[in-house]
C-alpha cells in the first residue's frame, strides 16, 4: 500500500568514496558560477509568505523556506521512491528499545548555527539540548503554534503536563522533561507511554522538528518572524515581507555532499548522481523567491527567463502542454516540463462555530450536504482547472497512505435535485415569497464565502454563484489577502473558505489533523469535534501500518463525509516547467528542504535567446 516510508542507514560520508568522485569532479569545479559570477535560482511564490519561525507557521509558503534554513534530525531521501528516510543532522537512525518506547539519537558532532550577533560573535555548535528546547517551544501556550496538539499526542512522557502547567501560570518552562531530554551535548532520548510507529516520519519533517537556538528567540522575542537563524544550507539574506526572499548560502554549513538513492531505473536520478555525486552542498549560492500572485506576471516572468522554475498556471496550460505534450516553441527553446498528481487535496471548509452553516444538527448536516452536492467537481475541473485535477473522493491525498480505499463517495456527486429535496425537506425553503430560501426559523440564508482578489479566484467565486443561484440560496464574498484570512479563519471569523493541504509525509494522519478536535483553530479550522472522530485519530496514530488502521482511516473519512464539516473538491495535476539551463531539479513529492540540490549554469543562461 503506498504511503509508507523506508529508512536508510547511517547518513552518507562527507567525502564519497573515489571511484564515485572521479566522474562528476568536472561538474563541480565550476559551481561558484562563470568568471566569479554567483549561481542564482530564481523561483515564484503565488502566495505571500507569513513568517520563519517553525513553532509558529503552517503555510506552505513560507514552510518552504523555512525548510532550507533549519534542519530536523532527519529528512526524506530527494530522489528515493517510495520515500527512504534518512539522517540529517543525526548519526544514524535512533535507537529504539524493544518496548518501542525509549528513542536514543545520536547527532553528528560539529555541526554549526549560521553565524548571528545573538551568539556574540562566537561559533555555536547544533547540541540536543537544541531540540529538548526546540520540541517544547510546539507546545508553549504563548506561541499559539498550529502543531502542538500533534506533539502532545505523541504521548512523550511529561509533555501534557508541562503544557498544563504553562496554561494555568501563564509561563512556559523549558526545562528537560522525563521523556525529552539531552544525556549529553550529543545524545537525544525521547520516552513514549506508548509506542508511535512514524514518530520517525515526524522528526523528519522541518515544520515539526527543526532546531531552533534559545539564544536567537530570547534575542529577537516578538520579532523572531523575521530572524530564521538554522544550520541549514541557507540563511535569510534579504526579506521585503509579501514581495522578495532572498536566501544566501550559509558559510557555516557542513560538508555535505550530493548523495541520493534513485530507482535502478530512473534514468535521469542516475545521471544526476554520477554528475553531481562529489558536489559540495548547496549547488547555488543564492535563492531568490520573488511574490507574484497574479498568474499572468509569473508565466511572463519565466518565458522572459526571469524565473527558472515554474508551476504552470491554469488559465496558461492550453498553451503550454496542447494536446498534453509541450508546446513545440517551448520545447525549441530548450524548456522541459513535469506532470505530476499532487499529493493534496483542495477543499472548503464550513466554520462548525458559525450559526448559519455550523453544528452538528441534522438540519445543519443536510444545509452542508445539499451545498456540496450543488458544486460540480466537473465543471470545476474542465472550465477553471483545465482538465488539471482529478475528484476527491475524501480528504485522504493521492500518494499517501490509505488513499486507493476511499473509493467513490458523495462528495464527488453532483445531483441539484436531491440538493433541492434535501433542503425542502429541512425546512430551508422560501417563506417570504422573495425567491430565495430561508433558515428554518424564518431568517434569511446567506453564504459568506471568503475569497481573494485575483483572476483564478474569481473564477470560483462564479461556480459558487452558479451552483447556490440553482439552489435558491444567496452567497456573497468576502475579500481579503490570504494571510488576513488564515488569522481570521484561526479566530473562527470565515463561514466558507477554499483552501488546500499538501501532504509533508507519506502517511495521512496529517490530513485526518483536519478532523481532529484537539486541533480547532490550528490545522482543524472548521473548528470540527467529534467525540468519535478524535477516538479514531488516537487509536490510528498509535498502531503499526496494516488492514486494521487502514480499516479505522476508512472509517474516518466516511464519518467525515457524513457530517460535511469540509467540501472535499479535487486533487490537482501540476506540470512543472524548467529552464534549459536548470540541473538536477525534481520536485520531491513530500516536503520543500530539496533547493540544495538545484544548479543553474549561468553561462546558458546568458546565452538564452
Not at 523575521?226 to 540563511?235: D, I
Not at 433542503?423 to 471568503?450: C, H, M, N, S, T
Not at 470565515?494 to 488546500?500: F, Y
Amino acid at each position: 500500500m503506498p504511503g509508507h516510508a523506508r529508512v536508510a542507514g547511517p547518513a552518507a560520508p562527507a567525502s564519497p568514496p573515489a571511484a564515485q568522485a572521479s566522474a562528476p569532479v568536472a561538474a563541480c569545479m565550476a559551481a561558484p558560477g562563470v568568471a566569479g559570477q554567483p549561481k542564482v535560482l530564481r523561483m515564484p511564490f503565488e502566495i505571500a509568505e507569513t513568517g520563519f519561525d517553525p513553532a509558529q507557521v503552517s503555510d506552505i509558503y513560507s514552510i518552504a523556506v523555512l525548510s532550507n534554513i533549519f534542519e530536523p534530525l532527519y529528512a526524506l531521501d530527494y530522489l528515493a521512491k517510495p520515500a527512504l528516510v534518512r539522517p540529517l543532522t543525526a548519526e544514524a537512525l535512533p535507537a529504539i528499545s524493544d518496548d518501542g518506547l525509549t528513542w536514543t539519537i545520536r547527532l553528528q558532532p560539529r555541526i554549526r548555527f549560521q553565524d548571528d550577533p545573538a551568539f556574540k560573535g562566537r561559533p555555536r555548535e547544533l547540541t540536543a539540548h537544541d531540540y529538548v528546547y526546540s520540541f517544547l517551544r510546539m507546545i508553549d501556550p504563548g506561541l499559539k503554534g498550529p502543531h502542538a496538539s500533534q506533539w502532545l499526542d505523541l504521548g512523550i512522557v511529561g509533555m501534557a503536563q508541562r503544557r498544563a502547567q504553562a496554561l494555568k501560570s501563564g509561563r512556559m518552562s523549558y526545562e528537560p522533561l522525563e521523556g525529552l531530554r539531552a544525556l549529553d551535548d550529543h545524545t537525544l532520548q525521547i520516552r513514549l507511554k506508548a509506542p508511535r510507529p512514524r514518530l520517525l516520519q515526524l522528526l523528519a519533517e522541518p515544520r515539526f522538528s527543526s532546531a531552533v537556538a534559545r539564544e536567537v528567540v530570547e534575542a529577537y522575542g516578538d520579532n523572531i518572524m523575521a530572524h530564521p537563524v538554522g544550520t541549514g544550507p541557507f540563511r535569510l539574506g534579504t526579506w521585503r515581507r509579501s514581495s522578495l526572499i532572498v536566501l544566501e548560502k550559509n558559510l557555516q554549513f557542513r560538508d555535505m555532499r550530493w548523495a541520493s538513492q534513485p530507482a535502478a531505473d530512473d534514468v535521469e536520478g542516475q545521471r544526476w548522481n554520477q554528475q553531481f555525486g562529489a558536489c559540495k552542498l548547496p549547488l547555488v549560492d543564492r535563492v531568490e523567491v520573488s511574490v507574484m500572485e497574479a498568474s499572468q506576471p509569473r508565466f511572463l516572468a519565466f518565458m522572459g527567463g526571469e524565473i527558472d522554475v515554474l508551476v504552470t498556471p491554469l488559465d496558461f496550460v492550453p498553451m503550454v502542454m496542447p494536446r498534453g505534450e509541450l508546446a513545440p516553441h517551448l520545447a525549441r527553446k530548450g524548456v522541459r516540463a513535469r506532470v505530476y498528481l499532487n499529493p493534496d487535496v483542495v477543499y472548503s471548509q464550513f466554520n462548525m462555530k458559525d450559526p448559519v452553516v455550523g453544528g452538528l444538527a441534522p438540519e445543519r448536516v443536510a444545509l452542508r450536504r445539499a451545498i456540496s452536492l450543488a458544486l460540480d467537481p466537473q465543471r470545476e475541473i474542465q472550465l477553471v482547472r483545465r482538465g488539471q485535477a482529478i475528484p476527491a473522493q475524501g480528504p485522504l491525498q493521492p500518494h499517501t497512505y490509505g488513499f486507493e480505499l476511499q473509493g467513490r463517495s458523495s462528495m464527488a456527486e453532483f445531483n441539484v435535485a436531491k440538493a433541492r429535496a434535501l433542503l425542502d425537506l429541512y425546512g430551508y425553503v422560501d417563506r417570504d415569497g422573495d425567491g430565495w430560501r430561508d433558515q428554518p426559523d424564518g431568517k434569511p440564508l446567506v453564504l459568506e464565502v471568503a475569497t481573494q482578489p485575483d483572476s483564478l479566484s474569481r473564477q470560483f467565486d462564479e461556480l459558487w454563484l452558479k451552483g447556490m443561484s440553482d439552489l435558491g440560496i444567496r452567497v456573497t464574498f468576502l475579500t481579503g489577502q490570504w494571510a488576513e484570512q488564515l488569522k481570521m479563519a484561526r479566530a473562527g471569523k470565515l463561514m466558507i473558505w477554499q483552501l488546500a493541504q499538501t501532504a509533508s509525509s507519506p502517511d495521512s494522519q496529517d490530513i485526518l489533523e483536519l478532523l481532529y478536535g484537539p486541533s480547532a483553530g490550528s490545522n482543524n479550522l472548521a473548528f470540527f469535534q467529534l467525540p468519535e472522530m478524535d477516538a479514531l485519530y488516537r487509536e490510528a496514530l498509535a498502531m503499526p501500518d496494516g488492514p486494521e488502521r487502514a480499516a479505522l482511516i476508512s472509517k474516518a473519512v466516511r464519518l467525515a463525509n457524513a457530517y460535511v464539516p469540509y467540501k472535499w473538491q479535487v486533487h490537482r495535476i501540476r506540470t512543472d516547467l524548467m529552464q534549459p539551463w536548470v540541473r538536477g531539479f525534481r520536485r520531491p513529492m513530500f516536503g520543500y528542504n530539496f533547493w540544495k540540490y538545484i544548479d543553474v549554469s549561468p553561462s546558458e543562461r546568458r546565452a538564452s535567446p
